[in-house]
């Protein structure tokens, strides 16, 4: 395998990670306004993912890191030509980030009530624009030569790239619910898993129509043929068992094949991409490739070096840091933490 | 309307990125001391330093967050609006961008919730750990950004190829001369900044001889810290002013308002340029001090203005290579006329502590004023490095005004300055609301629940 395609898995694991990881911060921030009956419980909705956030959001600021790295073309064009798309994911996380830190250092209804609010909003630009981001990803966009972005914000926004959309924020926000299942304490937590039931049907109903259009939009069947094999099939299978394992109330079954549903969805995406980054909707010759956008050699084997010893050194640390924080949060006043 | 693009790229870069690093200094320094500080509690289990710890802990925490989501749009920015030079140094420029995110922030960010939240939940060794491991976390990821920093000053390790900077030795980059003196510099800067944050507010305490004890004890190691951190940035920031004359000798030439070559070369005591007529308009000088500062001897010749402009069109063509002079000759004084400073108040501060003369001295109600010297510092001594550098984004081998997004125009770019201005403008009045609100707060209790016991949908 060369270093190219080393570099293509490792941000497709990376952004896999980022989804997996924020993908439930943004569905419970989505969730806190409508979820929580009073302050008590939205404190302990923050909580769940109090410890975590920051962290995880690391993910997506190493995925942009490693694509500046190893593939300076592809973040080159793809920030410059989403600008206005990360303009607004940039705003939505800077005021997500604070308000998990300001909203309860003061005791008054509307200050909180505001940042909350924006916890919402922050969580849910986001959830959109990736999904719509991602769509364009295989949909293709004007690239012109020298890999420069010719259009404006709205060639983003069409039909298919607004049900991509639709599907990370429904797949996030049933991500959310689920998770909030398992952190919370029983009665809140069966509540929630009601709700995730409601979510899951609109979740399962764009992801379906979402797959129908690709066959329209993309060259799925140019990419991985008529049989797409077990990746993308995968996706939808494992998101009807969520449904099975949210109806009889199984969270932590449920969150695992939930996260299995984001791996394979966003795994087809990169597989219809592969071995192309971003698609020119313009022509072929000026797609962006992992060969035409890729650092040198030197560089991408110094840092295949550097990841394999750091990911799995990563990942130990954030996994330890779940198991710590691994019960069940209750509105015991003494315990929850403001 | 190119020229409209660049400008408010520029003003868009200096706006985010001098505003990110008001709060880094203070993260990087503040974590440092409330380690210190709960190792001390965890060593001696004495009260009052887990009050402190949790006291300067809670301001902490407020600009470690600003510090997070500010830090966000750097990274980002780089390919959003200077995608020309992603392009031209990505497989460079990129890599200590990623490999700061992965050994550096994964590590903030990931025990900055262990400990926050747990306080009660895991041992105290281990929540000791965590915090160290923030500082420590902060101060590599100040590392790597330096690496890539000192790049653009002073480019190391690479051959051009296809018009491109390709990485050829990942060892020069990491060992540039330039990584060291700047990465000491502005750790230490940090250190200092912390150091003042807390000593200020320490000392507005004490003047109203509140909470005492805990006052006391924050000063004195705020004194100590600072005073030992401030003189290292003097003394490498001089090394630092030697590096410069070497590698970037237009920088330093600006800086000191230096039209002519001159062995021994004068400081400038206050000069007065007209940039466009390359003539002073006011001038006092002290003769061949700039060379002892230069070579630490009164003599040695340092190049004027004018010689390394005419040197810069015989190597690179014709062009203007140089920066503005008057930002570069202010911000280098208000930099290094606050570090004295500094360094003056923290001698005074750690006389008074070794006196046991805090609380009689008078003069103590001036001492919260100290918390601006830093800010001054910080910022202007990053307006020197970046500003100094112009035209040049990467020295020598790529302007600035060649390394912008060709698509982006300037209706997106109008509406991002005013977006991040509006929404920055805003935080940090909210950031220095809560500052000054928990730095009131002596018992650490934050406020609970409100009385709202409703839904957002009753």
């Known amino acids: 395998m060369n270093y190219e395609t080393i570099w293509f898995l490792l941000i497709a694991v990376l952004f896999i990670g980022y989804f997996i990881l924020e993908g439930f911060d943004f569905g419970v921030g989505i969730l806190l306004p409508f979820v929580a009956k009073n302050d008590t419980e939205r404190r302990m909705v923050i909580n769940s993912i109090g410890p975590h956030w920051d962290g995880n959001e690391v993910w997506l600021i190493t995925a942009g890191g490693a694509m500046f790295a190893a593939f300076p073309n592809w973040y080159a064009t793809l920030f410059s030509g989403f600008y206005i798309a990360f303009f607004l994911i940039l705003i939505a996380l800077i005021l997500r980030g604070v308000a998990f830190e300001f909203r309860s250092k003061v005791a008054d209804i509307k200050w909180r009530k505001f940042w909350d609010w924006s916890i919402f909003f922050g969580s849910i630009i986001p959830a959109i624009l990736w999904g719509v981001a991602f769509t364009n990803f295989i949909r293709g966009v004007p690239i012109g030569e020298n890999f420069v972005y010719l259009g404006t914000f709205w060639d983003l926004i069409n039909i298919y790239s607004i049900i991509g959309g639709l599907v990370t924020l429904t797949g996030f926000t049933v991500h959310g619910a689920i998770f909030l299942s398992m952190k919370l304490e029983k009665p809140f937590a069966s509540r929630i898993n009601n709700l995730a039931m409601k979510l899951w049907f609109p979740s399962i109903f764009v992801l379906l129509l979402f797959v129908v259009e690709t066959y329209f939009f993309t060259d799925i069947i140019d990419q991985l043929g008529v049989n797409p094999g077990i990746v993308p099939i995968g996706a939808v299978l494992s998101l009807f068992v969520v449904g099975w394992f949210i109806k009889i109330n199984r969270n932590g079954w449920a969150f695992f094949m939930n996260c299995l549903t984001i791996i394979f969805s966003a795994s087809t995406i990169f597989l219809i991409l592969y071995p192309r980054v971003l698609v020119s909707s313009i022509d072929p010759i000026y797609n962006l490739t992992i060969m035409n956008s890729a650092s040198g050699e030197y560089t991408l084997r110094i840092m295949t070096i550097i990841a394999l010893i750091f990911v799995p050194i990563v990942i130990a640390y954030q996994a330890w840091t779940y198991w710590v924080f691994r019960k069940r949060i209750t509105s015991d006043p003494e315990s929850l933490h403001y | 309307m190119n020229e409209i693009v660049i400008t408010l790229s520029r003003w868009q870069f200096a706006l985010t990125t001098v505003y990110h690093f008001f709060f880094v200094p203070l993260t990087i320094g503040l974590a440092l001391i409330v380690a210190i500080m709960q190792t001390i509690y965890f060593k001696t289990g004495d009260q009052i ?177 600072g005073l030992i951190s401030v003189f290292l940035v003097i003394l490498v920031g001089h090394s630092q002013g030697q590096h410069m004359v070497k590698t970037q000798p237009m920088k330093m030439a600006a800086a000191e308002a230096l039209w002519e070559s001159e062995n021994p070369a004068s400081f400038s005591i206050i000069s007065i340029v007209d940039q466009k007529n390359q003539k002073d308009v006011f001038s006092i000088r002290i003769p061949a001090v700039l060379s002892l500062l230069s070579y630490n001897r009164f003599e040695g010749e340092v190049r004027g203005i004018k010689d390394i402009q005419s040197e810069y069109e015989q190597i690179y063509g014709p062009g203007n290579y140089i920066p503005p002079i008057t930002i570069n000759y202010w911000s280098f004084r208000v930099m290094v006329g606050s570090g004295f400073l500094m360094f003056f108040l923290t001698s005074l501060g750690l006389y008074l502590v070794m006196k046991k003369k805090v609380l009689s001295f008078k003069l103590i109600k001036y001492f919260p004023f100290v918390i601006v010297l830093p800010y001054l510092a910080n910022t202007c001594g990053w307006i020197l490095t970046e500003v100094g550098r112009q035209p040049w984004v990467v020295f020598g081998y790529l302007q600035t005004s060649e390394a912008i997004s060709p698509n982006v125009t300037v209706g997106m770019l109008w509406l991002s300055v005013i977006g991040f201005t509006v929404i920055y403008g805003a935080l940090m009045a909210v950031d220095v609301y809560l500052l000054s609100k928990y730095a009131k707060k002596i018992t650490v209790d934050e406020p609970k629940r409100t009385e709202d016991e409703k839904s957002y949908w009753e």
């Open chain 2, 49 to 225: 330093y887990k009050q402190m710890t949790k006291y300067w802990g809670k301001l902490f925490l407020i600009n470690f967050a600003m510090g997070v989501v500010t830090g966000i749009v750097m990274e980002f920015q780089f390919g959003m609006n200077w995608s020309e030079y992603s392009r031209f140094v990505g497989d460079i420029f990129g890599a200590p961008l990623a490999i700061e995110a992965l050994l550096a922030f994964f590590l903030e960010s990931t025990f900055i919730g262990v400990w926050v939240f747990g306080w009660d939940k895991i041992s105290k060794r281990l929540h000791l750990i965590s915090i160290w491991l923030v500082a420590i976390g902060s101060t590599l990821s100040a590392f790597w950004i330096l690496v890539a920093n000192s790049f653009m000053q002073s480019p190391m390790g690479f051959v051009l190829e296809n018009g491109r900077m390709v990485m050829n030795d990942f060892g020069a980059l990491v060992s540039n001369p330039n990584v060291w003196v700047q990465f000491t510099h502005t750790v230490l800067g940090g250190y200092t900044t912390g150091a003042m944050f807390i000593l200020g507010i320490s000392a507005y305490f004490l003047f109203r001889k509140e909470q005492v004890d805990l006052f006391q004890k924050s000063f004195q190691i705020a004194t100590i810290i």
